[in-house]
């Protein structure tokens, strides 16, 4: 179980993330962190996903 405090900061942040991920493709930006900002919504998201069931 994931303390509330924590889940609420991380949903914030993975939002952000997920927002200015957005924003670089949309003005075509390129380079490795994008490829990294990906990977660790796909981790965050599957660590919601296992305190979710």
Do not use: N, Y
Request: net charge negative.
């Amino acid at each position: 179980m994931m303390i509330p405090d924590c889940h609420k900061r991380l949903e914030a942040t993975l939002a952000e993330l997920e927002a200015t991920l957005a924003e670089l493709k949309e003005s075509g930006e390129q380079g490795v962190e994008i490829g990294e900002a990906e990977s660790a919504i796909t981790e965050v998201e599957t660590v919601f996903e296992q305190f979710e069931d």
